[in-house]
């Protein structure tokens, strides 16, 4: 993986856990090894507020950055007998799911860089958003509950970067694991079986009465049609973003979702990275004047991820869950077919009438960098602090997943997850429009 330069000469190498929306990343093409490479130790953030220029902070500069990481609104009727038990004897719940909405489930690690009560206390007042809401002390490491009484049967769909990702956690038998049972993946190479685990048919993976839940990891134009068929065969669904290409086809999944009992989620990880969660505490309570988020990479394949307005929907969902609902201004792509180029770029407004720019540009020798930069009345917010590397969040967002299996999001936080995921899609399609009139 490339490096991330976040304005202000911050590189840091994408990890295992990066954001995974480049077409080499996330593809069923791409098969990667289901054993979790090595790990950095995290660290403790410097100067979390050094970032922001003005006010008392001004002169302050974090240190270098070295590496960071990288991502429905009807949950299906879980038995009663099952959410009665697992509600008294789970030592977690979620009261909201992103920043915004909601709150990242996160397990406060037992030892590291977040272990003692003082590091705790420090996360708290930086990323409450990050914290694991917890009725009594974790005993170890990612747990989240006693052993269920029941476990859902889960096939992985594609096993490229993001589907190897899931099948690793989906073994890891603590944490939200421990409802799930991996049943084996769907590919379409013939690949037998990988690290143990067993490759089955997509039409068996629809019939089988065993397989309850579809983790849709494949490339985003084939999922709409792996959503239609897994929520019509009766299963529950976590897809990686995009869910789909248009918002009516998500309106459509949705109202799917809703009429066949069953929970539809799209992940979003890039809401659970500790970056995002820095961001959105030094952009709290500041009267934005203008900003920009530039990002650039390798070559797209949008005959496989889309146009670059729901390949790069991430950084769309970081401008919206910052700054609030969007309006289209304008919206330009150059193209250079022949040498693999491209550029996107994008001119919102806020509610408030404040400016906004959104850059995608990716051809050969374009590293995965990000660069921001904020102007807010009080200074300027142009780099963010070493937070190491974003680890287990994907595994932070199937936490996020089963707590809707076992009916404890609330109906509000539903809608208003429901609420952002579609004005995102439908912002990126009238940017696609825009680029590409007819």
Not at 24 to 51: E, F
């Amino acid at each position: 993986m490339g490096n991330v330069l976040l304005s202000g000469g911050f590189y840091k190498s994408e990890g295992e856990d990066s954001l995974v929306t480049a077409a080499a990343h996330k593809g069923d093409d791409d098969t990667a090894s289901l054993s979790p490479p090595p790990s950095a130790p995290r660290r403790m953030p410097p100067n979390l507020s050094g970032c922001l220029r003005g006010g008392a902070q001004e002169g302050r500069k974090p240190q270098a950055a070295a590496r960071t990481g990288r991502q429905g609104d009807r949950r299906g009727p879980a038995p009663s007998r099952l959410a009665a038990a697992n509600r008294s004897r789970s030592t977690a719940s979620v009261s909201s799911l992103y920043p915004a909405e909601a709150r990242a489930p996160v397990t406060p690690r037992r030892t590291g860089v977040w272990g003692s009560e003082e590091q705790k206390r420090v996360l708290g007042r930086v990323a409450p958003e990050l914290l694991f809401l917890s009725s009594q002390p974790l005993k170890e490491e990612n747990k989240m509950t006693a052993e269920p009484e029941r476990k859902f049967g889960v096939v992985v769909v594609g096993v490229g970067r993001a589907g190897s990702v899931r099948i690793r956690d989906l073994r890891n038998p603590q944490s939200s694991s421990a409802f799930l049972n991996l049943i084996g993946f769907v590919s379409r190479r013939e690949l037998g079986n990988l690290d143990g685990v067993q490759q089955i048919s997509l039409e068996d993976a629809l019939s089988s009465q065993e397989v309850e839940v579809a983790y849709i990891c494949s490339e985003s134009t084939t999922h709409e049609d792996y959503i239609r068929r897994f929520l019509s065969a009766g299963k529950h669904v976590l897809v990686e973003y995009p869910m789909t290409l248009s918002a009516a086809g998500a309106q459509e999944l949705w109202a799917l979702a809703e009429q066949k009992g069953k929970v539809l989620h799209e992940e979003h990880v890039e809401l659970l990275m500790e970056e995002f969660a820095f961001l959105k505490k030094e952009v709290l309570g500041k009267e934005l004047q203008k900003g920009s988020l530039r990002f650039t990479a390798g070559p797209l394949e949008e005959e496989r991820f889309g146009f670059p307005s729901f390949s790069g929907i991430s950084r769309l969902t970081w401008l919206v869950s910052l700054f609030g609902e969007l309006s289209l201004v304008s919206a330009t792509l150059e193209e250079r077919k022949e040498e693999k180029y491209m550029k996107m770029t994008v001119s919102l407004e806020t509610e408030n009438k404040c400016p906004l720019s959104w850059i995608e540009e990716k051809g050969p020798g374009f590293k995965r960098n990000r660069y921001l930069s904020f102007h807010f009345k009080s200074g300027s917010l142009e780099n963010v602090p070493d937070f190491g590397v974003n680890k287990n969040i994907f595994l932070k967002d199937q936490n996020i997943f089963v707590q809707k299996l076992l009916g404890r999001v609330s109906e509000k936080e539903l809608a208003a997850e429901k609420k952002r995921i579609l004005h995102c899609l439908a912002l990126a399609e009238e940017i696609q429009k825009a680029c590409c009139p007819m």
